[in-house]
């Protein structure tokens, strides 16, 4: 099969024949919170699902209550003065400082006012907290942050906040105050990492601590305003077995990946924006042995390898003079001088092809600007990459890995491939979301002798196709 056929693959987005229960926790996330239409109510309402997806009850979640107009100019007033008076008083490492401090202006502030003023103390322990985030954290975001059923953050402009939940996209009631409140935070998340953005560099990539991902336009390519996308990074780091039990991929697929990372074959995880490719990648990068040494080449510092022998390369951007930038063609051409036993590179997606031999997209090692006739660029790629993993974010917002295919080598002038493992979607459940299986396709590995060269033995029966499942067993 040509690798230009192999990945244009379609699936049946029809409804079942029978209607598909609700999948078990562990396969499958609870279904997402619609968002609440303006104006907010309080009883649940029907939602219609179409293309012929039945409708399905959906419950409504009751909003935040939005800050009232007279605690939102105190808001102003309190963090104005604050700004004002007591900035050598703000110590970022001293929370609990800023909090009590934050608490003694917002005490004075309504003492002084009319006894008209006067407000609760839980609408004054309210405001105390959203002062907090604005002074040292990230404003409006750090609630979405910290809800861990949230995946992405996505502010569009300072009035419109969207998140996505559960794999569903919904509009929140949160906002800024104003574009300015707006690009302080992003002034704040790109500082810490020694990066920035402004008319000249409207563009920018950064990371928050925990190893969120964060991507900022602002004006003038941004017509509207400053936009901030954050993908979330998960708390924990999966192990092969969690994949497993959550339905991400059969025992069958991890055992074989297992294999071939423990025997050093090169692999690549593609697949689309979203589609679980990091989240794999640190499943891989378990599988290492701890006795290698590991070297990371990123744009953006998201990997997170338990083994203790390994070092971390990340991208820098030009300077304000337009030097100084370090690209991740350049990371990989230092780390070979490093002595590697891995390498493991977090994206490819340019020059860096050609040193890495491990695109699979020709064009990309084209992009290097290197003249090198197609045949040969095809050799290389042939020679250097053994498995590709493909992930796919589906219809409802799982996240499964699509396929798991062997590079044959070339054939007829084209790289040949044979898949050995595939996720057959047979439709889409009641509830909106695609339902399949995973199953072997009944090819045998090309890298047997390899695997069992090295001491890994896999199994015969693992690479036998299994019959589809009944309806409340697929996920």
Same mark, same amino acid.
Do not use: W
């Given at each position: ?58 419950? *409504? ?73 604005? =002074? ?80 900022? =336009? ?24 969690? *994949? ?65 022998? =390994? ?16 690209? *991740? ?96 979607? =047979? ?49």
């Amino acid at each position: 099969m040509k690798l230009s056929e192999r990945f244009d693959r379609r699936y049946q987005q029809s409804p079942l024949t029978g209607t598909v229960p609700p999948l078990p926790a562990a396969a499958t996330p609870a279904p997402a919170v619609a968002p609440p239409p303006p104006p907010p109510v309080a009883t649940p309402k029907p939602v219609v699902v179409t293309e012929e997806v039945p409708t399905i009850p959906v419950e *409504i979640a009751e909003p935040a209550t939005p800050l009232s107009p007279a605690l939102a100019a105190a808001k102003a007033e309190i963090h104005a003065q604050l700004l004002s008076h007591h900035t050598a008083q703000i110590d970022i490492n001293n929370r609990a400082g800023i909090r009590r401090l934050l608490l003694q202006l917002t005490e004075e502030h309504f003492r002084s006012k009319p006894p008209a003023a006067i407000v609760t103390g839980a609408d004054r322990e309210r405001l105390v907290e959203i002062l907090f985030d604005e =002074v040292i954290g990230l404003g409006p975001l750090e609630a979405l942050l910290r809800d861990p059923d949230i995946s992405e953050v996505m502010v569009n402009r300072p009035e419109q906040i969207f998140v996505e939940r559960r794999g569903k996209i919904e509009l929140t009631n949160l906002s800024f105050e104003d574009e300015r409140s707006l690009r302080r935070v992003i002034d704040r998340i790109v500082s810490t990492i020694g990066r920035r953005v402004d008319e000249s560099e409207p563009m920018c990539d950064a990371r928050l601590k925990d190893g969120s991902r964060v991507n900022v =336009v602002i004006p003038p390519v941004a017509i509207y305003g400053p936009c901030l996308t954050i993908r979330k990074f998960g708390r924990e780091v999966l192990s092969p077995e969690q *994949i497993v039990s959550t339905g991400g991929a059969t025992a069958a697929i991890m055992g074989y990946l297992d294999a071939a990372v423990r025997t050093r074959l090169n692999i690549i995880v593609s697949g689309g924006t979203g589609s679980g490719k990091t989240t794999l990648l640190n499943v891989l990068s378990g599988l290492i042995p701890a006795n290698e040494r590991i070297v990371t080449c990123e744009d953006a510092a998201e990997l997170r390898l338990r083994q203790v022998h =390994v070092i971390s390369l990340e991208s820098k951007p030009q300077n304000v003079e337009g030097r100084g930038a370090i690209s *991740i063609r350049d990371l990989v051409r230092n780390c070979l001088r490093m002595r590697p036993d891995r390498i493991v590179v977090g994206e490819c997606r340019g020059p860096e092809a050609l040193d890495m031999l491990q695109a699979s997209l020709e064009t990309l090692v084209l992009l290097a600007g290197t003249e090198l006739p197609s045949r040969a660029i095809r050799t290389q790629i042939a020679s250097a990459v053994n498995v590709i993993v493909q992930t796919e974010r589906l219809r409802g917002g799982a996240r499964k890995v699509v396929s798991v295919a062997e590079v044959l080598g070339l054939k007829d002038g084209e790289i040949a491939l044979q898949e050995l493992f595939a996720f057959r979607q =047979v439709g889409v459940s009641a509830d909106g979301r695609a339902a399949g299986y995973h199953t072997a396709t009944g090819a045998r590995s090309a890298f047997m002798q390899h695997f069992r060269s090295d001491g890994v033995e896999l199994a015969e029966e693992m690479f036998v196709p299994v019959a589809q499942p009944s309806d409340d067993q697929l996920y």
